[in-house]
């Protein structure tokens, strides 16, 4: 199974822009659905965006919609979240999933391997 890491988190201010990307490695990224997730403090962990690599399908949450959008990197093997016009209820650990097995993208259940996460952090 692939290995990821989440990098490019901070603290930006409400109104701001922040990527944060998921790197592979062990191997590549060629047939799984990469996923992003969130952990808001006190809150279960949710759903954000995702994207199946060789189709580059995407799904987003709906809080997120037209803020947030999920891509390829296909230069370093990764996947970036660009949020845009963040808001302090965007403040949350930030968490990669991969999986060569997802039928839904949205299923935190689907995803084998996990990322020890990056903390965003939005103030206003």
């Known amino acids: 199974q692939v290995q990821v890491t989440e990098s490019g988190g901070g603290l930006v201010q409400a109104g701001d822009s922040l990527r944060v990307s998921c790197a592979a490695s062990?191997?590549?990224?060629?047939?799984?659905?990469v996923g992003w997730f969130r952990q808001p403090p006190g809150k279960d962990r949710e759903f954000v965006a995702g994207?199946?690599?060789?189709?580059?399908?995407?799904v987003y949450a709906d809080s997120i919609k037209g803020r947030f959008s999920i891509a390829r990197d296909n230069a370093k093997n990764a996947v970036v979240l660009q949020m845009n016009s963040l808001k302090p209820e965007d403040t949350a650990v930030y968490y990669c999933?991969?999986?060569?097995?997802?039928?839904?993208?949205?299923?935190?259940?689907?995803?084998?391997?996990w990322g020890q996460g990056t903390q965003v952090t939005v103030s206003s």
């Open positions: 999933a991969a999986s060569d097995a997802i039928v839904r993208l949205s299923s935190q259940e689907e995803y084998q391997s």
């Open positions: 994207l199946r690599w060789n189709t580059e399908i995407t």
């Open positions: 062990g191997r590549t990224f060629k047939n799984y659905a």
